[in-house]
């Protein structure tokens, strides 16, 4: 129905910066949101970012509030998450989801879609 196709991942040091990139494909259409989880080795999957489709309104994890930004592009239906400071603790297998809900993916971690996830390592 929806593939979700995460690229941008990579290896960064502390304070570094780097920028996801989610591409939309198949049957999505009419009302959803867009977002991010991630995965650290032995940590269940979190929430880490929110973007409703249609006015853009955005919510983050406090974890990653004013460092992270998520971003939508309409016309080409992607989704870009920039991570700015990045930590230590921001290592993760990030997924990208599709969130037909606009509740579930932030307060249970449920998404309709996964993508395959993609690999961030912050480290010196």
């Known amino acids: 129905q929806v593939h979700l196709m995460e690229s941008g991942g990579g290896s960064v040091q502390p304070g570094g910066s780097l920028r996801l990139s989610c591409a939309i494909s198949?049957?999505?259409?009419?009302?959803?949101?867009m977002g991010w989880s991630r995965q650290a080795p032995g940590k269940a999957r979190e929430f880490v970012a929110t973007?409703?489709?249609?006015?853009?309104?955005?919510d983050y994890a406090d974890s990653v509030r004013d460092r992270f930004t998520i971003s939508r592009d309409i016309a080409n239906k992607m989704v870009y998450l920039q991570m700015n400071s990045l930590k230590p603790e921001d290592t993760a297998v990030y997924y990208c989801?599709?969130?037909?809900?606009?509740?579930?993916?932030?307060?249970?971690?449920?998404?309709?879609?996964w993508g395959a996830g993609i690999l961030v390592t912050v480290s010196a």
């Open positions: 198949g049957r999505a259409f009419g009302r959803y949101s």
């Open positions: 973007i409703n489709w249609n006015t853009g309104n955005a």
């Open positions: 989801a599709f969130d037909s809900s606009n509740y579930g993916l932030k307060l249970t971690n449920f998404a309709d879609y």
